[in-house]
């Protein structure tokens, strides 16, 4: 549902008690939508302050990273307390770590103390781990019990815990030993014993693994939760497949912001200064890398001088060479990415990838250099077969860097995704105008 400027104007005009009713309808992310809509953070916390209680923490989770910041900023500890009181251990840790240490130490000590050790608990691992992701509540059995106790036990406590699809059976220590779908459950034996109908191989992801390998796990398994255990194998939480959707839509965002030079903090509710700086940042880095290839281009200005058809075609060669290579690179980078490209089968893909530039390269400098021919006949076949050779040589190495760069960078323990863009858009004009200039002032002077 979209929120019309009018519809906007609408709601913040509305008398309190009108107002209430107005959102009591609507969805979280639609709340969020009228709060991303609204001018400034006052006219923010007098929606804020109509919403339902319970919807209040699920939309500000919604915003922005920095909205949800400066929002959060302007309620006190008490009122951030009934926000969090109302939401899962993970989401409510999500709320803590967007606020002040000493905001946060007052609301966790006015939470019950049970709720109090699953946050604390939480905010102690890395908010991009397996730890940072999971929640607290979970259902766990004794691998001792029978069926008939878990059932018992189920139907008093269950309701409680939100997308309850497994049973997680632990020994006398607390550790793991199995999972018990719902379905396996209901159709068992009551007299069986859950190790019994547990499944013992059921994945599971340490406490310290890495978001990324943790929604490659779901991927594979394809599972709705899994268990989360410690260095010890115990059993400290789970993780939801709703948390993982979230950590693929946030990696694929920071991919793709990173190919184009951009930080994955760039947001549009940021001061313009920031964002600037930012980006300023990535330009100057891409300015000094343009000079580069203009002091090749330099290196060659008599050759320009007498043969002007070459300034007309040198952007040819410099933007198929930059184009083929963003596309080999666009499909390593999410390669690496999904765990599908490693050094394993770094060769198989580089061997593929070069292949690919060697046809495709082949082809376009046949056409290029058809058109160069009776674009500037005054030059004979020479400057169509000079452009065709700086094509075919521009594309094979866009081919090689494409695939090169972000493996070199990984090996480096660098984002492949954070300069390889700069580096490719360098290695193709530098090879591309190196090429077809030499090649025009061998050839053609």
């Not at 969020?32 to 109509?50: C, F, G, Q, V, Y």
């Not at 999971?134 to 939100?162: C, H, N, P, S």
């Not at 194998?233 to 990173?258: C, P």
């Not at 933007?319 to 083929?324: C, D, E, L």
Request: charged share 25%; glycine share 6%; with cysteine.
């Amino acid at each position: 549902m979209d929120i019309s400027e009018r519809d906007q104007q609408d709601i913040l005009d509305a008398e309190h008690a009108a107002l209430e009713k107005q959102l009591s309808s609507l969805h979280t992310t639609e709340l969020a939508e009228i709060l991303m809509a609204s001018k400034n953070d006052t006219e923010r916390l007098k929606i804020i302050s109509a919403m339902p209680d319970e919807q209040v923490g699920e939309t500000l989770l919604e915003l922005p990273e920095r909205m949800q910041e400066s929002v959060l900023s302007k309620l006190n500890a008490s009122e951030i307390e009934s926000v969090v009181e109302h939401l899962d251990s993970d989401d409510a840790a999500d709320i803590l770590q967007s606020v002040s240490a000493e905001i946060a130490e007052q609301v966790i000590s006015g939470l019950d103390p049970e709720d109090r050790r699953g946050i604390e608990t939480l905010m102690l691992h890395d908010e991009e781990s397996a730890g940072g992701l999971m929640q607290a509540e979970l259902f766990k059995v004794r691998d001792d019990w029978k069926a008939r106790k878990v059932l018992k036990v189920l139907r008093r406590w269950g309701q409680t815990i939100e997308n309850l699809n497994y049973i997680y059976a632990v020994n006398q220590h607390d550790r793991l030993t199995g999972v018990i779908q719902l379905h396996t459950l209901l159709f068992c034996n009551l007299d069986d014993e859950v190790w019994r109908i547990a499944d013992a191989d059921f994945p599971r992801v340490s406490v310290d693994e890495d978001q990324e390998e943790v929604a490659r796990m779901f991927e594979k398994y394809d599972k709705l939760a899994l268990p989360v255990v410690d260095k010890h194998g115990v059993l400290v939480g789970r993780i939801t497949a709703d948390d993982i959707i979230d950590v693929v839509h946030e990696e694929a965002t920071e991919d793709m912001f990173r190919l184009a030079g951009l930080s994955d903090q760039d947001d549009l509710s940021e001061p313009v200064g920031i964002t600037a700086y930012r980006r300023g940042i990535w330009l100057t880095f891409n300015l000094i890398t343009a000079i580069l290839a203009s002091v090749v281009i330099s290196q060659f200005e008599a050759t320009l001088q007498q043969i002007v058809a070459l300034a007309v075609l040198m952007p040819i060669v410099a933007s198929m060479g930059g184009i083929a290579g963003t596309q080999t690179l666009t499909v390593m980078v999410r390669g690496i990415a999904l765990g599908r490209i490693t050094f394993s089968n770094a060769k198989r893909t580089l061997l593929r990838e070069v292949s690919v530039s060697l046809v495709t390269g082949l082809g376009f400098a046949l056409l290029i250099g058809v058109i160069a021919r009776f674009w500037f006949p005054a030059y004979g076949n020479t400057l169509g077969l000079i452009i065709a050779a700086a094509i075919m040589l521009n594309l094979i190495a866009a081919g090689l860097a494409g695939a090169l760069i972000p493996l070199t960078l990984q090996r480096l323990d660098i984002d492949p995704a954070l300069a390889s863009g700069t580096i490719l858009t360098t290695v193709t004009d530098v090879v591309g105008f190196l090429a077809f200039l030499g090649l025009a002032t061998v050839f053609l002077l």
